[in-house]
């Protein structure tokens, strides 16, 4: 059964850091480009960053320098570092495959920042 289980968020103030992690079990992981997703209050979901199996990243411009996505394909586990948070960034962060989310969403992991 596949799925995804996101932990690591919480409250921080603007400037802090905090890592997220993502436990996926799913066949062919360490094939799959998998990415971070966030929603905020509101808003569409959105892709913020992603890594292929061979570990090219991408981002979105708006946490380009701030976010760093890595995975450990042993543990089936995705990470995102954020450092120099923003209130901006309050959302609820997801990882799924991308560019399309084709896996089961799971819970997420609500991160606020406050300012």
């Known amino acids: 059964q596949v799925q995804l289980v996101e932990s690591g968020g919480g409250l921080v103030q603007a400037g802090g850091s905090l890592r997220l992690s993502c436990a996926a079990s799913?066949?062919?992981?360490?094939?799959?480009?998998m990415g971070w997703y966030r929603q905020a209050p509101g808003k569409q979901r959105e892709l913020v960053a992603g890594i292929t199996g061979g570990r090219v990243t991408n981002y979105a411009e708006s946490v380009k320098g701030r976010f760093t996505i890595s995975r450990d394909n042993a543990e089936m586990t995705v990470y995102l570092q954020m450092n120099s948070l923003k209130p901006e960034d309050t959302a609820v962060y997801y990882c799924n495959t991308e560019p399309i989310a084709t896996l089961t969403w799971g819970q997420g992991t609500q991160v606020t920042v406050s300012s």
């Open positions: 799913v066949s062919m992981f360490s094939f799959r480009t």
